[in-house]
């Protein structure tokens, strides 16, 4: 069974960082893209940023680009997502899903508050 | 301001057909047949419920059908049920700039 647990989520101050994780069960990690799509509360959801099986291509959205950074280990199925420079409206659920064009797996998130 | 445009709200009755729209430009749904459809229930992740403008996953409803025309893409619900009731999202390719952009989200609600 296809399973991605997030993990890492918590209270951080403005202009704190937190690194957030995901690990994958039940298929062949290395072999897809993965995402970070996050949900702010009460909105809508906002992609975030993708990597590719090998790490070979990296893609963020603008409004990210510079503060947020995505990486993998496939060695522990894992998946990452550095945050640094957080701002309130960083404060979300983050989601990991995967999957390119569509994602068609996603875990449960964890919740990221920003917040003094 | 999301990049693709949906309807806040939308609502029917059991058995009811209804339809929720997502409007793009030509810089994404209408220049790629990568648009999808996800189902968040209140609490819960995202499930996919189309993808490929109109192909089902395993599993999903026939209930539910996509459709694309120019600029806007189309989800269906046929025979509504009490259980559809949910937020619905779609996500599109938007090319090697911007790449994936999520509609602003519709909330369905079963009377």
Redesign the interface.
């Known amino acids: 069974e296809v399973q991605l647990v997030e993990s890492g989520g918590g209270l951080v101050k403005p202009g704190g960082s937190l690194r957030l994780s995901c690990v994958a069960y039940g298929f062949t990690f290395s072999s897809y893209t993965m995402n970070w799509v996050r949900q702010a509360p009460g909105k809508g959801l906002e992609w975030v940023a993708s990597i590719s099986d090998k790490s070979s291509y990296i893609y963020y959205a603008d409004s990210l680009k510079g503060r947020f950074t995505i990486s993998r280990d496939n060695a522990k199925n894992s998946l990452y997502l550095q945050m640094n420079s957080l701002r309130a409206e960083d404060t979300a659920v983050y989601y990991c899903a995967r999957g390119l064009r569509w994602p068609d797996y996603w875990g449960q998130g964890t919740l990221v508050t920003v917040s003094s | 301001q ?1 990049a693709l445009t949906q309807p806040a709200s939308v609502s029917g009755s059991p058995g009811q057909s209804i339809t929720i729209s997502c409007t793009g430009t030509s810089s994404d749904v209408g220049s790629y047949n ?1 648009v ?1 459809w ?1 189902q ?1 229930h209140p609490g ?5 419920m189309i ?2 403008v109109s192909k089902r ?1 395993s599993g999903v409803s026939n209930r539910f059908s996509g459709s694309k025309s120019g600029n806007t893409a189309s989800l269906t619900i046929s025979g509504l049920q009490a259980e559809d009731e949910a937020d619905y ?1 779609c ?1 599109s ?1 938007a090319g090697s ?9 519709t909330k369905l609600t079963v009377l």
Request: proline residues 8%; without cysteine; positive net charge.
């Open positions: 999301s990568l999808s996800y968040q819960k992740a995202p499930k996919l993808y490929e996953p999202y996500w390719y700039s911007t790449y994936w952009v999520f509609g602003g989200g």
